[in-house]
């Protein structure tokens, strides 16, 4: 058996602050890290062990993760970040606080683009492209708005080229994300259809853990709460 480990950041800035983050890049709140250290505490008291490292280009993913390994003692297990482990783009909604946008276009509609699968946000009216970490690949890659299916279709193509293969040959792996992200691997692990996935949530700090066979199906389902 092998064991693929998913979690969510600590709470960022703008989770404090009930905020649409996606790709914008806000650091860990000391709340934040104090769940990533836990999470960490939690894996090593369990005796789980990863020998890779897979967090999004955002800093409050890496945070977490790096705290992860210094408690986990795995300090020079190897990292790699990648832009497909970003969080979901929320296009025009993003930096703006949830219950201010469900008072402008009311509860329902906010929760389609929030919870639903397909519903993409309202988009951007320009690309960010003067963000250095995104300059040395095609502007293409850069969202105007993202729904869960189309994060999905970027993060799951990562997953089966750099994670499953590794996973493939018996070496546990770890997955520091956000959210969405981690919702969309979840629903492709899982094979859970597109109205479940709206019923599906993922905590801060809390690590999940699937235990694995050689073929990748699943034997079992751990959240560490």
Same mark, same amino acid.
């Given at each position: !058996?092998?064991?693929?480990?998913?979690?969510?950041?600590?709470?960022?800035? *703008?989770?404090?602050?009930?905020?649409?983050?996606?790709?914008?890049?806000?650091?860990?709140?000391?709340?934040?890290?104090?769940?990533?250290?836990?999470?960490?505490?939690?894996?090593?008291?369990?005796?789980?062990?990863?020998?890779?490292?897979?967090?999004?280009?955002?800093?409050?993913?890496?945070?977490?993760? !790096?705290?992860?390994?210094?408690?986990?003692?795995?300090?020079?297990?190897?990292?790699?970040?990648?832009?497909?482990?970003?969080?979901?783009?929320?296009?025009?909604?993003?930096?703006?606080?949830?219950?201010?946008?469900?008072?402008?276009?009311?509860?329902?509609?906010? *929760?389609?683009?929030?919870?639903?699968?397909?519903?993409?946000?309202?988009?951007?009216?320009?690309?960010?492209?003067?963000?250095?970490?995104?300059?040395?690949?095609?502007?293409?890659?850069?969202?105007?708005?993202?729904?869960?299916?189309?994060?999905?279709?970027?993060?799951?193509?990562?997953?089966?080229?750099?994670?499953?293969?590794?996973?493939?040959?018996?070496?546990?792996?770890?997955?520091?994300?956000?959210?969405?992200?981690?919702?969309?691997?979840?629903?492709?692990?899982?094979?859970?259809?597109?109205?479940?996935?709206?019923?599906?949530?993922?905590?801060?700090?809390?690590?999940?853990?699937?235990?694995?066979?050689?073929?990748?199906?699943?034997?079992?389902?751990?959240?560490?709460?």
């Amino acid at each position: !058996m092998v064991q693929l480990i998913l979690i969510r950041h600590g709470q960022s800035q *703008a989770n404090a602050l009930n905020q649409y983050t996606g790709w914008s890049d806000v650091p860990l709140t000391a709340q934040g890290k104090e769940q990533a250290r836990l999470a960490g505490q939690k894996l090593y008291q369990a005796g789980v062990g990863f020998e890779a490292v897979h967090t999004s280009v955002l800093q409050r993913a890496i945070q977490t993760a !790096m705290i992860i390994q210094t408690v986990c003692h795995a300090a020079a297990v190897p990292l790699t970040k990648s832009w497909r482990l970003n969080e979901r783009h929320y296009g025009a909604l993003r930096g703006r606080n949830k219950d201010q946008t469900r008072q402008q276009y009311g509860a329902k509609q906010v *929760a389609l683009w929030r919870r639903s699968y397909a519903v993409v946000p309202p988009p951007l009216t320009q690309r960010d492209t003067h963000l250095r970490v995104y300059q040395r690949y095609p502007q293409t890659i850069l969202p105007w708005s993202e729904s869960l299916k189309m994060a999905l279709q970027r993060t799951v193509p990562y997953f089966q080229d750099h994670v499953g293969p590794a996973l493939i040959t018996g070496h546990n792996q770890l997955i520091v994300a956000h959210g969405s992200t981690l919702r969309a691997l979840i629903k492709y692990l899982e094979a859970i259809d597109d109205q479940q996935i709206n019923h599906v949530e993922v905590a801060n700090g809390q690590p999940i853990i699937y235990e694995m066979d050689q073929h990748l199906r699943i034997r079992s389902k751990t959240v560490l709460t």
